[in-house]
């Protein structure tokens, strides 16, 4: 089995991330031969089986619904690429009418 | 010719700290001389934190006057790359994160610095800690210090190199499939990954979050011991930190193994295997039997799965818990025509070839036509693993496997294949799958390289863990071994002498 090109496009485009040519044609390759391996798991029957998320035993955790200080607005911009007026700052996201 | 402080224990250190027969900065300067000595080979840290490691240093120094000591005060310590901290910057390993600086400590950080650890830098690891040699590390690769032609192992290959080579005492790293038994392993050092929930990830940088723990490597098991009782315990910041107690570590330390039930599994014999690391193992597992243990055969017949099961699981937390690495917040950030083009462009550009591998991989197993047959089919087969373990800890007490099928293998020999790279992972992630403590020990040495096998144990029994490689590391020679690069700098140039 090796991937189809458009299978590689749309899953980069899911996961946001521009590849090069090359890297498209070399993810191919790669992602078809890690599935081919990945895919042992299919024989297994696991009709019966629940599925385990996480192994500890906890249900819920909850807490109070108190406020409690954030950390300062300025230490969170400290590390934004652009930021204005206590916001990041990002393209426009909406076309204007 | 003055005494190398370096090859110190942590409990050695911290008494003669106690006893102010040496100072921390003395401490500390002997640390930093061997980084000068070797970092330039064997680069284990992505940063050096010097000035602020001479700064807590001093503030140790001042804390032991006022007989105010606890077990880590004064101690130089590495923390892998992935752990965020205030006072530097928190790279994971990644171009993406360059220049980052974290608004806030890691949990097990700030524990540290309650104790008065003394941080000699930020360690080196696999970007976002995807790998199994340190060569995904945007930053370089780190060498390890018994033959720089080798890897240190991965993804905490520079945690685990700089403990090996004397340039930290101890370090922490963190583990999600082995990647801190596995250099532990290769660099001939101890290394524990504790229960899942038993240590805070709260600053943590995540990879996978259902498998990832932090946990410490040491050169003995008691230091390993003593750090693991320093960043153990729940928190309120990590709500699947878990809210048991926490046992004094070091009362399971007490040499003795008659009657504990060590179990081995026929299914830990995999092709790939290097018979001369066979050996090893079955000489320590003989050794074992003298001590007084009680070798007994268990069956583990899901472990041919573990590592396909990994993959799918893996790849598809890290491929959720990544696309925060957006461009806007922090990090890396290139402007396109529009908020897509910036995205695809950062992302593009910032994360490496093995991080894009795994977050397609992931993507690709949780999209819409896929989520069943992989992701949900992954997680029903990690019910089995653990179910496998759940009935083999009914039989014994721990679990002996070798840590890795071979010692260290050279730089680039696997870079071309990921599924070879992923195999050297085979015995270390099924603790992972199934949250179990798993703790790494040298047990020889096979092609002048490190050897080491691991005990897996039963949930937040760690004590037991700590106790069967205690004793099994004070009946044998290896922790006492030194690197013969290490061995020639401490003759060329005595710690604490001038060059």
């Known amino acids: ?97 | 010719m003055s005494e190398d402080l370096t090859r110190l224990t942590v409990t050695e250190a911290s008494a003669r700290l106690a006893r102010r027969e040496i100072s921390a900065v003395e401490l500390l300067q002997a640390h930093l001389e061997r980084i000068r000595q070797v970092e330039p080979q064997i680069h284990a840290f992505i940063t050096l934190t010097e000035e602020v490691a001479l700064a807590q240093a001093q503030e140790a120094d001042r804390r032991i006057a006022r007989g105010d000591v606890a077990p880590l005060t004064g101690i130089p310590i590495a923390l892998k790359d992935v752990l965020c901290t205030v006072d530097a910057p928190t790279t994971a390993g990644s171009r993406i994160l360059e220049g980052f600086r974290s608004p806030y400590d890691a949990t097990v950080v700030r524990k540290l610095r309650e104790q008065g650890t003394v941080f000699v830098g930020k360690a080196n690891t696999d970007e976002f800690a995807m790998g199994s040699s340190t060569e995904n590390s945007a930053y370089g690769p780190t060498r390890n210090p018994w033959n720089l032609e080798r890897v240190p192992g991965g993804s905490s290959g520079g945690s685990a190199a700089a403990v090996a080579a004397g340039e930290a005492m101890v370090s922490l790293g963190s583990d999600t499939g082995g990647s801190i038994r596995q250099p532990a392993g290769f660099c001939g050092v101890v290394g524990l990954k504790p229960t899942y929930g038993r240590v805070s990830r709260y600053g943590l940088v995540a990879f996978a979050s259902s498998l990832d723990q932090i946990g410490p490597i040491g050169r003995t098991v008691e230091d390993v011991a003593i750090v693991l009782q320093a960043i153990s315990g729940h928190d309120p910041y990590d709500s699947t930190s878990v809210d048991v107690p926490v046992p004094d570590y070091r009362t399971s330390l007490t040499g003795d193994i008659r009657g504990i039930r060590i179990g081995i599994a026929a299914e830990y014999q995999v092709p790939g295997m290097d018979p001369e690391v066979e050996r090893v193992v079955d000489e320590a597992v003989a050794e074992l039997q003298r001590l007084g243990a009680e070798i007994v055969p268990v069956s583990l017949p899901h472990t041919k799965y573990a590592l396909a099961t990994y993959y799918i699981i893996a790849p598809s937390e890290a491929s959720a818990n990544l696309a925060r690495y957006d461009g806007v917040k922090y990090g890396l950030s290139l402007q396109g025509e529009t908020l897509l083009e910036s995205y695809l462009q950062t992302r593009g550009r910032g994360f490496g070839p093995e991080v894009k591998r795994r977050i397609m991989l992931g993507t690709y197993a949780l999209s819409a036509g896929y989520y069943d047959a992989y992701y949900v089919k992954a997680q029903k087969v990690r019910t089995l693993i653990k179910r496998d373990f759940d009935e083999a800890f009914e039989k014994v007490d721990v679990i002996l496997a070798p840590t890795s099928p071979t010692v260290a293998f050279r730089l680039g020999e696997r870079t071309a294949d990921p599924i070879q790279m992923y195999l050297s992972d085979v015995f270390t992630i099924p603790a992972n799958m199934a949250g179990l403590p798993g703790i790494a020990i040298p047990c020889g040495f096979a092609h002048g390289l490190p050897v080491s096998m691991q005990f897996m144990g039963r949930p937040f029994d760690e004590g037991t863990l700590l106790r069967v490689a205690h004793a099994y590391e004070q009946a044998t020679p290896w922790h006492r071994a030194v690197p013969p690069l290490i061995e020639a700098v401490t003759r060329r140039a005595p710690s604490g002498g001038t060059e």
Not at chain 1, 21 to 37: F, G, K, T, V
Not at chain 1, 62 to 88: C, G, H, Q, T, Y
């Open chain 1, 1 to 97: 089995m090796r991937l189809s090109r458009e299978v590689v496009d749309h899953v980069a485009m899911l996961a946001r991330l521009g590849l090069t040519e090359e890297e498209r044609e070399r993810m191919r390759e790669q992602l078809s031969s890690i599935l081919e391996h990945v895919n042992l798991i299919q024989e297994l029957d696991t009709e019966a089986i629940p599925p385990t998320a996480q192994v500890i035993t906890l249900q819920n955790v909850w807490r109070e619904d108190e406020v409690r200080p954030s950390l300062p607005i300025e230490d969170v911009l400290k590390n934004a690429p652009d930021a204005e007026d206590n916001m990041f700052k990002v393209n426009a996201v909406l076309e204007q009418s």
